[in-house]
């Protein structure tokens, strides 16, 4: 076990970890924070994305004990205040359905809304392309992500 | 009908803010603190062997492991329509996968670790990995003692083979309507296996309290039919229906995978080995594949006549199922196909038989579509050759063919109202079917594809469904159901029923996921039934609940209760317009009147659901009398499809697909249905290819390897219709539309290969190398 600290949600925390633990197992069984999820423990499914430094990782895929001192968001602290934009539009275009990807996307969007706030259509599809959504068939968070930037949707 | 207020209209899901904000707890994020114990199961390597030995010993000395179980601690078989399952394996294994042996530690890392040094000794068997090796006469028994099985009264198990279960539908002279056709074509089609691939794994977690209850934390499609069959399963222990609670948090994808119980048995059963513990069990992605339902495969061997005026007059259809090793849920989707395989057709001679089959491969069970995507892929493409070989379109040759209100179906009931006919109307003309199109790249071509579905809810005649409904001291409700909102929209639909009847938005109705202690009976989330049985039930309460209402008002205001209304959260009079009583005024704390006594009390309301007229007791030679379904959900779907004629790649350009929702109560969410559906089931003939070894072990139980649709694999336009043919017994005329949406799928894309490139594919998946390949076999050919 090591002592590590972090800013976590804007917030400084320290926790005990195992040198063998995942950043998504320290966030969901220690940290209490339970939006990253765990689809396929691999990083094939994308639903366990954080922002780690500004970036999405997936969380499955870091070691917690590599994380000291660095800044993590997870879909919790993008939502400690109101709903953002792009949180309402995707309520409002259905962009989910069973919810169980909805974190991980919402997070994989959210860092490319920073990065470039009007992405087109093929750029959205290229940064989704690791987060799977079996529900939704994509469209609607295609749609959702195209209204908040100002685009029409077809 | 521009009248309803909240009825076909696009009302926010009540569900949003949870899950976009994160807040949505599902069974894995829920915490039981420092009790919590966790199984770790070891799974069978082989696919057909003897148990000789088990040895626990070593494992059972590493630090933390509390126990270790296997077959013997629990001696009981489960099932929902056939009991032919263990909750651990029992002397025998029957498929790579299976559970064996159940670790339990404080932590998974012990447990994980105590596993691997179990030892566990295989007597191996010959194994059938193959349906129609199965059914040789010298064929190993899988189930040499499936006479004995407890099992529902419509199916028909033959002793001493491995065939658990046959439906036989027959009708018409099938002799003179073979002699008396123009043209017969007679071929044979391939389905594989397909995994549901829902975001979330199944989880559960158990837990046996020292004052004898048990209470499963399940992730799942079906609280109450769970409770049932644990308290079933566990009776041997004292244990009652009123003993046993499932809670059922949110659910992260269903697709069927979650129906019935599977994995969840463990748990439950270990829990009562280790009292005051809760015992948590997670599938692996790769367990998730290896061992949960899979979609069965199947070999489906069609003869169909027709006339030269395209009329169809007979079907002869063949339908050989790998069921996998168990099918105490399989053997009722081959049940359902067994007396629906005629498709949405209008043939007087039919004959079908609709053969269940173990082999050593995992169980089959229950998936989106429930046995009809299968079949309508060999049967879409089946009709389309038929049309071509007749020269007639194949849109009008389904025109010629497709069933009407009235109608007889397979098994001699009348077909229900039905927007057939307007959904292949609507399709050709969104799609632009007549237009021809030719790709302007020399390299690729482009075909149109074309098929219609149709699907009826498979349940038992008595699969009920039923609602409480209670008002709040604000007027708002809280409305207990226990179908799941597995990311269909359930809830908001079922909040949209009750408000339209009582006059409060949807917004003041909270709906909870289910807890079988609190919220009352329903049958399962499965069939596509919910919408039309739940809804049904859930109007009725909200009806109980304004009589309770308005008989009160006549009461204390003596006004009749013909002439009052719900309107605004508030009670109105037609016939005295200034009267205006808002609820929240009175449904806890009822009325006082003149003397300062009150009258009434909370408003608490009820609704139960059951088809009536629904029955099972067909003639088991030929299906004949009964009404085994009680509707059928119809459409039509159509696509453009460009194919590169080097890679085989192809591109959906565009697709329509029609629906006939009865009554869409929210639009968008029907959409929504239509939009993932459709990709679901383009995934199953583009992409998604299960891969199973020689010894009948998964090779790809991973999304590396078994694909299933990116952002980058969908169509670039869809255009989903809604058609609205009302169902007389539908809630304001609803019926279900969840699976069918991925329903004409594959052959639109099997139809559209041979309009582009002339080449008939009769086996799924149609991936890019298999259309690469036969394109290349063509060109040697010539």
Redesign the interface.
Known sequence: MKEITFILNNEKRSVQVEPSETLLEVL?DKM?L??P??????G??G?CVVLLNGKSVRSCLVLAIETAGMEIM???G??AKN?NAL?EA???F?S????????GI?ITVTELLTKNPKPDLEE???V???????????????DAILDVTGKEV? | MSDYKYIGKPVVRIDGKEKVSGAAIFTDDIDFGANLLHAHIICSTEAHALIKSIDTSEALKVKDVVNIFTGKDFPFKFGLYMKDRYVLAQEKVRFVGEQVVAVVARTPQAARKAAKLVKIEYEPLPAVFNQLDAMKDDAVLLHPDLDKYPHVPWFFPQEKTNIAHWRKTRKGDMEKAFAEADIVLEDTYYVPRYAHCALETHVAIAKYDYSGRLTVWSSSQSPHTQRNLFAEALSSLGLTHKDVRVIAPHVGGGFGGKAGVTMEIIPAAIATKLPGYAVKLRWSREQEFMNTYQRLGLVAKIKMGAKKDGTITAIDHKIYWDAGAYVEYGANVVNAVGLSAIGPYRIPNVSIDSICIYTNLPPGGPYRGFGYSEFIFGLESHVNRIANKLNIDPVDFRRINAIKEGDTTAYGAEMNPSGLHQAIDEVAKAIEWDKNRESKDPKKAIGKGFAIFWKAPAMPPNASSSAFLKFNEDGSINLLISGMDIGQGYQTVMAQIAAEVLGVPPSKIRVENPDTDRNPYEWQTVASHVTWGCGNAVKKAAIDARDQIFALIERVYHLSQDSLYLEDEAVKCHTKKDFYLPLKDFVINGIMTEDGTFKGGPINARGVFMPEFSSTKGDPETSQGGHPNVHYTVGAGALILEIDKETGKMRVLKAAEAIDAGKAINPDLVKGQITGGLLQGLATVLYEDMRFDKGGKMLNPNFSDYKIPTSMDVPDEIIPIIIEVPQPDGPYGARGIGEHTMLPAAPMIANALEDALGIRIKSMPITAEKVALTLLDKEKEK
Do not use: M
């Open positions: 969901r209490g339970k939006s999820k765990c689809g396929c423990d691999r094939d499914c639903a997870t879909l919790e993008i939502s709903l949180q995707f309520i409002a259905n989910f359905q069973c919810g169980y990807c909805a974190p919402i959205i599809k290229e989704l392309s690791g987060n799977l959504c079996r529900c939704t068939g994509y469209k609607p968070i295609f077809k």
